[in-house]
């Protein structure tokens, strides 16, 4: 037996070990991924990968490459002027995005490194991306979100590798195992690494930029579709009630819907609380509601009298000093009902919708909604909104009425996880870690900064630069990576 063969033989076996351990430890698939790997690695060495075009990558990736769609991206490609200038702006969004992406992962070590990693309430399951696999990413609208968002991210590199005349080799599929895992443009890597260094990270910079950009244009269609959607029964709802309190002791229950209040319409929280403010405690106040639906969706009303609380006495018993109640704007003989998570009947759609604000308020909104629509799945199990904010809603409008709530829901949905997966994938490929775009971003950064520090110093002969760049560039890699991996171990030992 050749020493070759022994050496994949036994990385075959170390493989089996640490995936049968993941498998019972985690989960299941990925034993499933070892086998397929070990698959992939006797394909390779029998040659029927060659004779197929496809190569193995990342061990678990097949690429399957295709010469078809050349003609397409040579008509897209044409106005190269204007592609290079949208190169140059994905230059400046990505070296921005990449500061952000630093400055957190910094933060992140340095707050490991003073204060120690907390413990992870979530399983290790959701540390996988993998729709189905991941307790908050469901399966096929994940799936085909993730597919267009990879076939847009490779194409964007492939529009700016024509735009700068490096020739694309081919197109093709990504797959793992029968999944499709998205598409990807293959330049001519001589060209690639040949090319001046502003024209090669326009090129590594465009898919990711093409990610957020696809992300933020998709948020403002949820913005506009959110308007065909109206509550089903106008009122207010609460996610929780507080135990003790007047809501509690008149038998309110959470996610009723409270249409009135003493007679008055109260369509917003702040409807509600404006009409709360209006009493003092110890009032009497009587509340129309709407009960949860039963197994036929029909919501029984009833009338609930309850005499309103201190809400100054209640946070004191909560241990709140004086001085917060203060800052705060609340005093004594305040009404207190003893509900929380007070909102409206549309504020499921409205919450991925962000605020209504003007162009220029959208704008500096933007960062807190990317954080919004990332932890969206996380708080509700992998769904867009709560389930009982989706009972609150019909279909209004003239797309509405046209397609109908279900439709419009299912539209939703889809466009939330293209978003989110746009985001995620734009912002992962930031990371300044070899094999993502980042990573390749950073190394020419490094690679300038080492030929400019050469021209002034006693440094190495220009040659000698590469290998530097490359030794450079490698170390902060793996460091990276060790970093990364520590932090998500360190959360469950």
């Known amino acids: 037996m050749s020493d070759a063969r022994r050496l994949r033989d036994r990385r075959a076996l170390i493989l089996l070990f640490l995936a049968g351990l993941l498998a019972v430890q985690v989960h299941w698939l990925f034993g499933v991924l070892a086998l397929w790997i070990i698959i992939l690695g006797q394909l390779e060495h029998r040659g029927v990968l060659d004779r197929i075009d496809a190569t193995r990558v990342l061990g678990g990736i097949l690429m399957v490459r295709t010469r078809r769609g050349q003609r397409a991206l040579e008509k897209l490609a044409k106005p190269r002027l204007a592609w290079r200038i949208f190169g140059e702006i994905s230059l400046w969004t990505c070296a921005l995005s990449m500061a952000v992406i630093i400055l957190f992962l910094l933060l992140s070590f340095g707050s490991a490194i003073l204060f120690g990693v907390p ?50 080799r081919s197109f093709g599929l990504l797959m793992l195992g029968p999944l499709p895992l998205g598409a990807f443009a293959e330049p001519e890597a001589e060209e690639l690494f040949k090319a001046p260094r502003r024209e090669r990270a326009r090129m590594f910079a465009a898919g990711p930029s093409i990610n957020i950009y696809a992300a933020l244009f998709t948020w403002l269609l949820i913005g506009a579709l959110a308007t065909q959607f109206a509550a089903a029964d106008p009122g207010v709802h609460a996610s929780a009630i507080i135990e003790g309190t007047p809501a ?14 003493n007679g008055t319409a109260v369509t917003t929280s702040a409807e509600m609380s404006d009409a709360l403010a209006s009493h003092s405690a110890g009032e009497t106040v009587q509340l129309d509601v709407l009960s949860r639906p039963d197994a036929d969706g029909v919501r029984v009303g009833r009338t609930v009298e309850l005499v309103l609380a201190d809400k100054y006495e209640y946070h004191q018993q909560q241990n709140i000093s004086e001085e917060d109640l203060a800052s705060s704007g609340i005093e004594k003989g305040d009404a207190f009902l003893g509900v929380s998570g007070m909102a409206g009947g549309t504020s499921g759609i409205d919450r991925l919708a962000g605020p209504d604000l003007p162009w220029w308020g959208d704008m500096l909104y933007t960062p807190v909604q990317i954080f919004v629509i990332i932890s969206t799945p996380i708080q509700n199990e992998g769904q867009i909104m709560d389930p009982h904010e989706m009972d609150y809603l019909e279909a209004d ?47 020419d950064f490094i690679s300038n900064v080492v030929e400019r520090l050469n021209k002034f110093s006693k440094a190495p002969h220009p040659l000698k630069v ?28």
């Open 397 to 443: 409008g003239l797309l509405g009425n046209l397609l109908g709530i279900e439709v419009m829901l299912a539209l939703i949905t889809c466009l939330f996880w293209f978003v989110w997966m746009n985001l995620g994938l734009g912002f992962a490929n930031l990371i300044p870690m070899i094999p993502f775009d980042g990573g390749h971003l950073m190394k």
């Open 248 to 261: 509690d002791e008149a038998g309110l229950e959470p996610w009723e819907i409270i249409t009135h209040l």
């Open 466 to 493: 590469e290998p530097i760049v490359n030794r450079i560039s490698s170390m902060s890699s793996m460091l990276l990576l060790f970093g990364l991996l520590a932090l998500m171990i360190a959360q469950y030992i």
């Open 119 to 168: 413990k992870a309430e979530a399983p290790p399951s959701q540390l996988i991306l993998i729709p189905g696999v991941n307790p908050v990413i469901p399966f096929w609208w994940p799936l085909i979100a993730i597919i267009g968002a990879l076939v847009i991210h490779e194409y964007g590199h492939a529009l700016q590798a024509r735009a700068h005349g490096m020739r694309v």
